[in-house]
């Protein structure tokens, strides 16, 4: 369903963009009003009465509370991902396999430390897989844990914690691992292209002992490059099929991230980057893969002040030839 009110007016302080379906918020106004505003449109519209209710408290609850923490989510973009995050696992819960399906891109990789990299045929028979293998399984989002950002003409970044329960030999199994999802918006209907699925080994130390010093190495190749503004290394870096999102930017491919790269050296200040003391994990991902996670802190000094800024990414890494290189790359909380 779409709403579209005309013109893009402004409406309690939110501004209705037909061109991304979301509404943006200007500040300074209540925050209360768009999911008011929306309950009223329901009610001139042929949507069921269960519907009305649903959506229009849905938003409210979630102006008023979750997004509290979010700084450029507007709540309607929450709510239209936390209801796809609902559709999703409500297939999962349901052991509805057809319905998985319209839910992810037909170009997703989904990335697993418990099993690798997997596109959409291999995601889709694992799904079979397991719902044939473990006939009780559920998936339950971790209350307060979903975060949502938006990605620039593209669609958005979901963030949080979910758990698996199932029975086991008369035992309740349950496992808590964290998800980062990337959403496309495409001709009105979400789409998952991007999933990172971590936290699955038991033996996560074992791991991390065996692959965190590597990824840790590239990790500061990769930034000594970048605070001495060598292109030719960052080049080399990046894996020529590289995908960057960003969310105020949108999507990068590897040209386009380059030639980024050499517009920022030209400016008339140096942006240099650290890494977040204590916030850097890594996982396997598959016999020759790594997933590393955490925040970095960009800065740089203008018109005699220092200005830095604090945000989180992940690096999907690859190893070639045995070299690292970053294939997939989230950057996002600016």
């Given amino acids: 369903m779409e709403v579209v009110f005309p013109g893009g007016s402004v409406y309690g302080g939110w501004r209705f ?20 505003l929306f309950m009223l449109y329901l009610v001139k519209n042929k949507t069921s009465r269960m519907d009305k209710i649903k959506l229009g408290l849905l938003i409210i609850i979630l102006t008023s509370s979750s997004l509290r923490a979010q700084k450029h989510t507007s709540p309607v973009l929450f709510a239209s ?10 297939a999962f819960n349901a052991h509805n396999a057809d319905l998985l399906k319209t839910v992810f891109s037909e170009s997703v990789r989904f990335y697993n430390d418990g099993g690798g990299m997997s596109g959409y045929a291999q995601t889709m028979t694992s799904f079979q897989s397991m719902f044939e293998r473990t006939k009780d399984i559920r998936r339950e989002l971790v209350p307060g844990s979903l975060q949502v950002y ?29 998800f980062i ?24 130390n074992a791991h991390k002992e065996a692959l965190y010093p590597e990824i ?28 960057l999102y960003q969310d105020n930017t949108g999507l990068r491919y590897y040209a386009e991230t380059i030639d980024a790269f050499k517009a920022l050296f030209k400016k008339d200040y140096t942006l240099t980057r650290t890494l977040a ?26 018109n005699g002040k220092e200005d830095c800024a604090t945000f ?23």
């Fill in 17 to 36: 963009n037909t061109r991304y379906k979301l509404f943006l918020y200007q500040r300074g106004t209540a925050p209360v009003w768009p999911g008011i």
């Fill in 81 to 90: 991902i936390a209801h796809m995050d609902s559709v999703t696992f409500n």
């Fill in 150 to 178: 938006p990605v620039k003409d593209y669609g958005a970044i979901e963030e949080g914690d979910h758990r698996f329960i199932h029975t086991e030999n008369g035992e309740t199994i349950t496992g808590i691992f964290h």
């Fill in 181 to 204: 999802t990337v959403w496309k918006l495409e001709q009105g209907n979400w789409k998952m292209t991007e999933v990172v699925s971590v936290g699955h080994h038991t033996s996560e």
């Fill in 216 to 243: 840790a190495h590239a990790d500061s190749l990769l930034f000594k490059a970048f605070n001495t503004q060598k292109t030719a290394v960052l080049q080399d870096m990046f894996d020529p099929g590289l995908l």
């Fill in 277 to 302: 003391p204590g916030t850097m994990m890594v996982y396997p991902l598959g016999n020759d893969g790594a997933i590393e996670t955490g925040s970095h802190t960009f800065c740089h000094t203008e």
């Fill in 312 to 334: 989180k990414f992940v690096n999907i890494w690859k190893k070639e030839a045995g070299q690292w290189k970053i294939n997939c790359l989230l950057t996002y909380d600016h």
